[in-house]
């Protein structure tokens, strides 16, 4: 008599919904090195997120004329962005998942990136279908990788909180945090910041005190992202010569001269920045 036996089967894989994997199942290349890891966005808009990137990527290219060269010891070849489904579900998991502080619209982590190993991270959640804050958090990382010099710890901040815990003290002003909140807004709004319109009336800031806007010290919600953001349009649109000075400092990690040649400046453009934000619209 012959034996008939059933063929084994292996039961589904059932994945915890608090691990990263089970929080965020799907992923998608925009581009052989940036991969969105995501849950709750459908094709529409995990397209139209993607594009919206490689659009924000090619303009920072062409704005800095950086033919896609990153500075000398930066190996953060690979971006990964992890969008959580909610804001709830951000709050409760990015932190376990990614050791990131959750009071917050997203950020970028950085990490040490001339390590061969290391990953570069944004970490957000959806709001009305879209990814929080995604743009912004992308300037970062393109800046970092092809404007600053070293990781983010190397840069000119006070911020030692996580995820970096950045080691060391930095009082001595300018700071570089002007530049780089206000490019990622820059990049986010461009000329039309209706916000941003509207505090310039009230000029609460002089350029040169902006130049000296922190994290800790020197902040503020308005400080940090409006008026930094006017701070950097103004330089663009009238002092693109001294930006490009500034820009080979920095890209060269000579962070000292960036200092003392902002200091240099004094407040000898506060009365044109003053006379512009009058005259903007």
Known sequence: MTLLSCASTTPKQVID???IAGALPMSKHCQSNLIINYNNLNDEAINSLCDNLITAH??????F???SRPLFNDRNKALQINVYSSREQFVTLA????NVPTNNNGLYVEGKSNQASNVAKIVTYVENGKAKNLVHEYIHYLNGRFNLYGDYCDSLHDDHSAPNFCQGEKPVYPHLVWWSEGIAEKFVH???HPTAIVAAKQKSYQLSDIFNTSYNRNSGNERVYIYSYLAVRFMLENHKNRLDRMMNLVRAGEYEAYQKMVRSWGRSMDQDFSKWLTALK
């Open 190 to 192: 461009g000329n039309n």
């Open 17 to 19: 919904p608090n691990t």
């Open 95 to 98: 932190n376990g998942h990614f």
């Open 65 to 67: 004329q950086s033919r």
């Open 58 to 63: 090619n303009s920072f290219h062409l704005q």
